[in-house]
């Protein structure tokens, strides 16, 4: 037998055996999966080039992908982004504005428009929309935030304990639902890690990975906030002043029964959610530099590097699980080769801050938070390694998906699809102007703002405190410099603020509309 016509059997029967070629046969609809983790900074993805850590599976995708340089959210905070992702609707319309909300699930969202499309559909891992999914064939979601440790899900209502890592827990059930799915249909799977939230919980087998490594500060880690309005000053997010000694920075195992109220009393949950040998394998990880940290006795500068590094390690050791299990979904799909018609968009929920401006967290407009990592590997369209500077938001990732999978897009989604943009048949800008509406002002202490950017110029209102600031990001990429009130950018503060008129306008947000009449 001749080598090629050996080479054409192979092909033929992996086809007649992969589960590719039950695609096939109907109309190529594609599969769809989105991977939406919680907190992961785009600074914290090699493919975007930070040089921090590395992050190969991700980096992978983006090889076979477009990797989005400029995606943003419209309110940088969980389960109001979840919601837009869901609705293709700005907070104030599908109702779900802070994390103290509770999701109206009879509403129209992409998952109910795909499964009457005709797709199979599922979600598993972090939800934190306070109602039950609807919409989804099978769910197994985290309750609220989520535990690192041995978490519990809800399996379709059902509480389960689970054993383990909830990383890697949350990709197991993905790829056990990828197997007993009914397979005469497209799937539609939402795989949503926890990781790396705060606390930032490592797995065990990377508890050493960064040990030995220093991370420089950036350049605005020591930000004093001058120029710029009191909600920078006032927030509670810095890593120097507002990182817990337990929670977040590991100082202590056994909190004594006195002393646990508050985040030591969270921290002493979470610490118990392990096994007696799991807690053994912590302290002798964890005991030596919290012990060569007391006799260091640190204070000023010092000690808020030290308290960078610390965050920094554990939360890069976070990250490296959900890497690894982007991994391990993608070598499933070529393993049943339903990698040839599957897109997989990985994202996050919005950015968040690694010690830009001294902190952590996120739900301010400034760059870190506002933009969020998006990339998208769709076969047959993206495949090469492509990038975009055109401004998109989470806003269109409903009307996107549906319009992958052929889908009509109903004219109350308040967004755009992508997929001229993943074509390659729209180069410029998706928007040119983007708006912005943060709700929360409780936790981090971070005041209510509307804003809006274009490509060059953000405008921001916090409106509570009745202050405006005016970035010139060309200028000032870093956002150091509130250029409001300067007589040389008058005009631009005019232009920006007709700008925010017209944004509150075109997206019917009443509260906007009247905060900008005052
Ligand atoms: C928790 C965290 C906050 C975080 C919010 C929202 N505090 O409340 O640091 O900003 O979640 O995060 S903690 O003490 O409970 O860890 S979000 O991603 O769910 O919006
Ligand atoms: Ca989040």
Known sequence: MSIS????????????????????????????????SDDHAYQAISAYGHGLNSTPHIDRLAEKGMLFNRAFVTNSICGPSRAVFLTGKHSHVNGFKDNQSTFDGDQQTVVKLLRSGGYRTAIVGKWHLGSDPQGFDYWNILPGQGDYYNPRFIENGVPVAMKGYVTNI????????????????????????????????????????????????????????????????????????????????????????????????????IYNRMRPEEKAEWQKAYGPAAENFRNAALTGRELAIWKYNTYMRDYLRCVQSVDDNVGRIMAYLQEKGLDRNTIVIYTSDQGFYLGEHGWFDKRF?????FRTPLIVSWPGVTEKKMSTSSMVQNLDLAETILDMAGLPIPGDMQGKSMVPVLKGTQTGNLHDALYYHFYENKEHAVAKHIGVRTDRYKLIHFYELDDWELYDLEKDPSEMRNLTGLKEYSKIFDMMHQRLKEQVQQYKDSAGIALLAR
């Open 170 to 269: 949350t990709a197991d059930l993905a790829m056990q639902w990828l197997d007993k799915r009914e397979k005469d249909k497209p799937f539609f799977l939402v795989c949503n890690q926890k990781a790396p939230h705060r606390n930032w919980m490592p797995e065990p087998k990377y508890y050493h990975l960064f040990d030995s490594t220093d991370f420089p500060v950036p350049a605005n880690y020591f930000d004093d906030y001058r120029s710029r309005t009191t909600a920078a000053k006032k927030q509670a997010m810095s890593i120097a002043g507002d990182l817990h000694p337990y929670y977040d920075l590991k100082l202590a195992f056994e909190i004594p029964l006195e002393e646990r109220t508050g985040l030591s009393a969270a921290w002493q949950q």
């Open 5 to 36: 016509f050996r080479l054409f059997l192979t092909v033929i029967l992996h086809a007649c055996n992969s589960e590719g070629a039950i695609a096939q046969k109907s109309p190529v609809r594609p599969n769809i999966i989105v991977m939406m």
């Open 365 to 369: 407009m400034y760059e870190e938070s």
